[in-house]
C-alpha cells in the first residue's frame, strides 16, 4: 500500500501532540489522567495513589475537586 502524498487537515489536527504537566511529579507527559478542572495527573503518580483516589478501579476521585473519572475500561 502507498502512503498518501497529503496529508488533510483533520488528520493534522489529529496528529498534533498536546503535553500535560503532572501536578504531583511536575513533569511534562505526552499523556497524563485529566480532570475537567483542570487536574492532570501522569501514569506513575496514579498508580502509585491510586489507593487513594479509587475504590473499584473503574473511576477515580480527582482530589482537587472531587469529581468522578472514569479510566476509559467501561
Known sequence: ???QA???AYRKKRRRLKN?????CK???PFCWTCRCGFSICQN???ENM???TCNAITWTCP????QN???NQ
Do not use: I, N, R, S
Open 51 to 53: 489507593w487513594g483516589m
Open 20 to 24: 500535560y504537566d503532572c501536578v504531583c
Open 45 to 47: 503518580c496514579m498508580l
Open 1 to 3: 500500500m502507498k502512503a
Open 64 to 67: 482537587d475537586c472531587g469529581g
Open 6 to 8: 497529503t496529508e488533510t
Open 70 to 72: 472514569g479510566f476509559g
Open 27 to 29: 513533569m511534562t507527559f
